[in-house]
């Protein structure tokens, strides 16, 4: 059982940044983040391994950076350049599994955090 604890969610206006992080338990070989806004479904955001290997959603790419500190269970989420459209709640996930393809799924994770609020003002 891995237990997960999001941080770093505020309000920041269009153009900004903000730095999310997200602390396990215990090791998790892939480690990602997935993003819910009122009223849709909970999307894939990034994610990355423990060796490093990292995938991101379309509409982060270039903007969002996803790192781990291995030592520190600790996955973290760089977001440059926010959007309105980026307004969500965030939640990280675990998992054991290694397979890159599926990794932006959300069935894929067996663990989540409780989510931490993003709000971008325009």
């Known amino acids: 059982q891995v237990q997960l604890v999001e941080s770093g969610g505020g309000l920041v206006q269009a153009g900004g940044s903000l730095r999310l992080s997200c602390a396990a338990s215990?090791?998790?070989?892939?480690m990602g983040w997935f993003r819910q806004a009122p009223g849709n479904e909970r999307e894939f955001v990034a994610a990355?391994?423990?060796?490093?290997?990292?995938r991101y959603a379309d509409s982060v790419k270039g903007r969002f950076t996803i790192s781990r500190h291995n030592s520190k269970n600790t996955v973290y989420l760089q977001m440059s350049s926010l959007k309105p459209e980026d307004t969500a709640a965030y939640y990280c996930?675990?998992?054991?599994?290694?397979?890159?393809?599926?990794?932006?799924?959300?069935?894929?994770?067996?663990?989540w955090g409780q989510g931490t609020q993003v709000t971008v003002s325009s």
């Open positions: 990355i391994s423990w060796s490093g290997t990292t």
């Open positions: 215990g090791r998790a070989n892939v």
């Open positions: 996930a675990a998992d054991s599994n290694l397979n890159p393809t599926t990794w932006g799924s959300r069935a894929t994770y067996d663990y």
